[in-house]
Antibody
Framework: EVQLVESGGGLVQPGSPLKLSCAAS????????LNWIRQAPGKGLEWVAS????????YYPDTVKGRFVVSKDNAKNTGYLQMNNLRSEDTAMYYC?????????WGQGVMVTVSS | DIMMTQSPLSVAVTPGESASISCRSS???????????LSWYLQRPEKSPQLLIY???NLASGVSDRFSGSGSGTDFTLKISKVETEDVGIYYC?????????FGSGTKLEIK
């Protein structure tokens, strides 16, 4: 059974860093892209990062570029989202997801709240 | 960036009736490989998004055949036949053609 489990969320102050983890199981993690998608309270879905299977290429929207860093440790079957200089507008539920056509799996999400 | 425009914002449906949701992209989602990278998701209350349809019209595993997708290029439609109470939630279209991946703003389906 494919599973993605996020962790590392919480309440942080503006300007602080936070690192999310995504533990994967049930599939060959090293062969798949990994995405991070977030959802602010009461809002829609927003893509925030993607990383290719071997971790050599990463992609971000302008809203987080330069502040967020996505990575993956294929030996540990774990993906990461390092978030720096957090802003109030980064407050959201963060999902890691494997989205490749029919092979589509999302974690349960982890909440990040940025507030003083 | 590719803009995804969904309509309507919300729809109220009587159980057993049908519903249609439209999604329009600002650029053709047809890749040179012949695949159109348009998917539909349902997000039930307090749940993670669930894939319904991928590549315009392919039904995801385990999804009821009451759901169907159609369209081409820049115009796409999700149809839900014989709506049931379990279909309540927010429906999103998304393009996977290029980064940044972009989602429609969502369509909320409610039961009358």
């Amino acid at each position: 059974e494919v599973q993605l489990v996020e962790s590392g969320g919480g309440l942080v102050q503006p300007g602080s860093p936070l690192k999310l983890s995504c533990a994967a199981s049930g599939f060959t993690f090293s062969s798949n892209w990994l995405n991070w998608i977030r959802q602010a309270p009461g809002k829609g879905l927003e893509w925030v990062a993607s990383i290719n299977p071997d971790g050599s290429s990463t992609y971000y929207p302008d809203t987080v570029k330069g502040r967020f860093v996505v990575s993956k440790d294929n030996a540990k079957n774990t993906g990461y989202l390092q978030m720096n200089n957090l802003r109030s507008e980064d407050t959201a539920m963060y999902y890691c997801a494997r989205t490749e056509g029919a092979e589509d799996y999302w974690g349960q999400g982890v909440m990040v709240t940025v507030s003083s | 960036d590719i803009m995804m425009t969904q309509s309507p914002l919300s729809v109220a449906v009587t159980p057993g009736e049908s519903a249609s949701i439209s999604c329009r992209s600002s650029k053709s989602l047809l890749h040179s490989n012949g695949i159109t990278y348009l998917s539909w998701y349902l997000q039930r209350p307090e749940k993670s998004p669930q894939l319904l349809i991928y590549q315009i019209s392919n039904l995801a595993s385990g999804v009821s055949d009451r759901f169907s997708g159609s369209g081409s290029g820049t115009d796409f439609t999700l149809k839900i036949s014989k709506v049931e109470t379990e279909d309540v939630g927010i429906y999103y279209c998304v393009q996977f053609l290029e980064v940044p991946l972009t989602f429609g703003s969502g369509t909320k389906l409610e039961i009358k």
